[in-house]
């Protein structure tokens, strides 16, 4: 077996673990009386078990893929233990488009992944800032804290597949167009960027298609997924309007404010062109890139 073979292997043991783990919680665990708990106790072990993992092998990217394999299942557990007298064709819909995200996510994560020679260069960084406290910010920082993101972001779906009653109607037809196309133009952007980077001169930065409207389109369109399910959750239950849409704002903040500074302070490091992509392409709504003024 290849080198990313056997990596893909171990990695896809530990989840299976780690879905286990969590499944036998659900099943002979406590029974808690609110099912968002029981499934945020089952996600907090099953991250566990990556995190121990992630310890053995001393690569924290163990964790990577969790991001897009869990919600699904989390989505599918709340509609088989919910009501009987939910929508099931939103939450089709819900489950759908969650699907296509996940597998576009995964899929995209197998296909880049090397081997577990290879760990996002992110991790370690973290790591080496906490000094001896480098494993409490391997638990919290790169395990736990994004596991309560991402479940965060799926309160909405929680409330979309057991919320009884309402009809499927324009809100949810806005959520599906949003989310497909979310994950349409993530896809795109994706593919454009490995196709860049076969041809790419040493130091040059991508500023085609896509990357040539918004600097890190791959994040734009997560951050509509993620509207996407608080629509679906608006149109279940248009009084929870108030707190539907936090998910999708946490990650918003996210991206703003950790993740593109420190890809931008690492891309102008490695690629001195990249200033003036900075200075001609939107950071990160997508349109039109901003003329540049040409000096005589």
Do not use: C
Request: aromatic letters at 14%; hydrophobic letters at 50%; glycine letters at 8%.
């Amino acid at each position: 077996m290849s080198t990313k073979g056997t990596a893909l292997a171990r990695v896809g043991t530990a989840y299976v673990i780690a879905f286990a783990v969590g499944g036998l919680w659900l099943a002979i665990g406590p029974d808690t009386g609110r099912l968002w708990l029981d499934g945020l106790i089952a996600d907090l072990l099953a991250t566990l078990v990556i995190f121990g993992a992630s310890r053995m092998h001393k690569n924290s990217s163990f964790y990577d893929a969790y991001w897009s394999v869990l919600p699904p299942f989390l989505a599918a557990y709340w509609w088989i233990a919910a009501a009987p007298d939910v929508n099931d064709l939103r939450n089709w819909l819900v489950l759908g488009v969650i699907v296509l995200w996940a597998v576009r996510l995964t899929g995209n994560w197998i296909y880049a992944f090397p081997g577990l020679h290879h760990e996002d260069w992110r991790y370690p960084l973290l790591r080496e800032k906490a000094g001896k406290a480098e494993m409490a910010a391997d638990l919290f920082g790169i395990h736990l804290v994004p596991t309560l993101q991402v479940f965060l972001g799926m309160v909405p779906v929680y409330v979309a597949v057991t919320a009884p009653g309402r009809d499927v109607g324009l809100i949810d037809a806005l959520a599906v167009l949003v989310g497909v196309g979310a994950v349409v133009l993530e896809y795109a952007a994706d593919v454009q960027m490995y196709r860049f980077a076969r041809v790419k001169q040493p130091g040059q930065a991508m500023d085609r298609g896509l990357w040539g409207w918004s600097r890190h389109p791959n994040y734009f369109g997560e951050f509509a997924f993620w509207v996407s399910l608080a629509l679906f959750g608006l149109a279940a239950s248009p009084g929870d309007w108030w707190f539907l849409f936090v998910g999708a704002v946490a990650m918003l903040a996210m991206f703003q404010g950790a993740s593109i500074p420190l890809m931008e302070e690492r891309s102008l490091e490695r690629r001195p062109s990249y200033q003036a992509v900075i200075d001609r392409v939107p950071r990160f709504v997508p349109r039109p890139p901003r003329k540049t003024s040409v000096t005589t």
